[in-house]
């Protein structure tokens, strides 16, 4: 079974929200799930970060519920008691960090020093909330806060935005980001269900980042695939360089299998930022990946991917970019 920290790694984003009105709680949930982002970190910023956990939790059974500014072990109780799956904290605060470990609670505590990076590696934590990362300095405050302590993860937020979150995920050191941006209080107040399902949807294709990578044909023979490389070097100049498996044409658009491959006709390569997180959300939209295609790079991350079946004769994959 996947973890709660890795299910919020694969989703890539967790919206960070202040509920007033617990009837607001169900809707905003729904429409959270509905764009492809289901987890939600419910706030301790008002009276009533409770009672939305617990409509949530009775409502939402596949929402991912955290509870955010946790501030006390109270809080973390009422929390957990509602049905919060995790408890994430602006600062680092040493008894709730000790209450969730000794409980077994998922814990990600806000950090903003180094200081305070040493004191929950010295408990043993791998993930940890960088806040408010904006104002810090961004990747770069990331970058050197995350130098001297190998295997630490963060979790960046205040300040991230449909603009910059791209950059966050792309750093090695980001596990997801966190933000209010896509349910601000405004849309949850006004309902507007469909704008935040909206922005969500936005968000995830801003998290995969899929492009056109190259199509890829089957030759079916080494003999045919240098046949294939000859007609198109000299009909229409594309340079040409030779791998195990394949060849790549011009600026890697066109890939010459050299032997039987997946596809009837060939495939189809589509760049990503993240194949975890685009086998997780490709995945919710229902179509999954065959396990043994996955190929991964030298540090262990998933460098490519095949979906299940084929479209019109052509595999399809996603690949790193
Ligand atoms: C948090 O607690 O994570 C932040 O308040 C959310 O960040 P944002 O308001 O900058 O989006």
Redesign the pocket.
């Known amino acids: 079974m996947v973890s709660i920290m890795d299910r919020i790694s694969q989703i890539g984003f967790v919206p960070?929200v202040a509920l007033h009105d617990v009837k607001k709680a169900v809707g905003l949930a729904r429409a959270l799930e509905a764009g492809g982002i289901p987890v939600i970190?419910v706030?301790y910023r008002t009276a009533k970060a409770s009672d939305c956990i617990r409509a949530i939790h009775r409502e939402c059974p596949h929402m991912l519920i955290g509870a955010?500014?946790v501030l006390t072990i109270s809080q973390v109780q009422e929390a957990v008691d509602g049905g919060a799956m995790f408890i994430?904290s602006?600062g680092y605060d040493e008894k709730v960090v000790s209450y969730c470990l000794e409980n077994r609670i998922a814990v990600i505590p806000g950090v903003s020093s180094a200081t305070e990076i040493q004191r929950a590696v010295a408990e043993g934590l791998k993930v940890l909330?960088i806040?408010?990362v904006?104002p810090l300095g961004g990747i770069s405050a990331i970058n050197f806060l995350a130098a001297p302590f190998s295997g630490i993860q963060f979790l960046p937020?205040?300040?991230?935005?449909m603009d910059n979150l791209g950059q966050y995920l792309a750093n090695e050191h980001v596990f997801a980001c966190?933000?209010?941006?896509v349910a601000r209080t405004n849309l949850i107040e006004a309902e507007d269900w469909a704008g935040i399902t909206d922005l969500c949807n936005k968000t995830v294709q801003t998290i995969l980042g899929f492009t056109f990578a190259h199509v890829g044909v089957n030759c079916g023979t080494q003999e045919k695939a240098y046949d294939c490389m000859k007609f198109f070097k000299e009909a229409f100049d594309q340079p040409a360089v030779e791998g195990r498996s394949s060849i790549f044409l011009g600026d890697r658009q066109i890939e010459l299998m050299k032997k039987p491959f997946y596809g009837t006709n060939g495939h189809l390569g589509f760049y990503t930022n993240s194949v975890e997180r685009a086998i997780y959300h490709l995945g919710q939209r229902g179509w999954d990946v065959m396990k043994e295609s996955i190929r991964y790079d030298s540090k262990g991350g998933m460098q490519s991917a095949y979906l299940q079946g084929e479209v019109n004769g052509f595999a399809v994959h996603v690949v790193k970019r």
């Open positions: 960070v970190e706030t955010g500014t994430v602006p909330k806040f408010p904006e937020a205040g300040g991230i935005v966190g933000g209010g941006f």
